[in-house]
């Protein structure tokens, strides 16, 4: 069974620092592209940050370009995000999601996702 | 990037359809067949229900279903059900290996 699992969530004053994990099982995580999304309290979705399958070619939503770092581990099964210069429009949940990838290629739709970590951004 | 807009609320009673719709511009959901949607009940992840456009992947009931004309993709859900009350998001590729999602759209089951 696939399972996602986020971790690291909390309490963070503006302008401080937080790192997101999410814990893969029940697939072989190196042959997926792995991304990151959150979701604001009360609002919609939105997209955040993406790496490919070996961990190279991240990219970033432009509202978190240059303060968010995307990462994984392949050999631990597990993806992070290193969060910096936090805002208080960072406030959300933030969910890891699976991109569906099948021999080699990847098809741009998240088929598994997480059950998120709220990071709260407050003083 | 924009999000893609679609309307705040659809609702029905059961047993009928509706059609959600989401519109992009020509740069996400008028350049790719890459469009997804998803449903989100409360607190909970969102679950994938279609993906490039039209397809269902397996366990996703028939009643839903995909389409898109030009810059505007829709979902129908056909013999509404109480379990289809949640909120659901369109999501296009935009290029570059980044997406956008819809602003959503609450379901409600009258």
């Known amino acids: 069974e696939v399972q996602l699992v986020e971790s690291g969530g909390g309490l963070v004053q503006p302008g401080g620092s937080l790192r997101l994990s999410c814990a893969a099982s029940?697939?072989?995580?190196?042959?997926?592209?792995m991304h990151w999304v959150r979701q604001a309290p009360g609002k919609g979705l939105e997209y955040v940050s993406a790496?490919?399958?070996?961990?190279?070619?991240?990219f970033y939503a432009n509202s978190v370009k240059g303060r968010f770092t995307i990462s994984r581990d392949n050999s631990k099964n597990t993806l992070y995000l290193q969060m910096g210069s936090l805002r208080a429009e960072d406030m959300a949940v933030y969910y890891c999601a699976r991109e569906y990838c099948s021999g080699g290629s990847c098809w741009n739709y998240f088929d598994y996702w997480g059950q998120g970590t709220l990071v709260t951004v407050s003083s | 990037q924009s999000a893609l807009t679609q309307p705040a609320s659809v609702s029905g009673p059961p047993g009928q359809s509706i059609t959600i719709s989401c519109t992009g511009i020509s740069g996400d959901v008028g350049s790719y067949n890459l469009v997804s949607w998803y449903q989100q009940h409360p607190g909970k992840a969102p679950k994938l229900m279609i993906y490039e456009v039209s397809k269902r992947p397996s366990g996703v009931s028939n009643r839903f279903s995909g389409s898109k004309s030009g810059n505007t993709a829709s979902l129908t859900i056909s013999g509404l059900q109480a379990e289809d009350e949640a909120d659901y998001y369109c999501?296009?590729?935009?290029?570059?290996?980044?997406?956008?999602f819809g602003n959503g759209t609450k379901v409600t089951v009258l």
């Open positions: 029940g697939f072989t995580f190196s042959n997926y592209a």
């Open positions: 999501c296009s590729y935009v290029g570059s290996r980044l997406y956008v």
């Open positions: 790496i490919s399958s070996y961990g190279s070619s991240p």
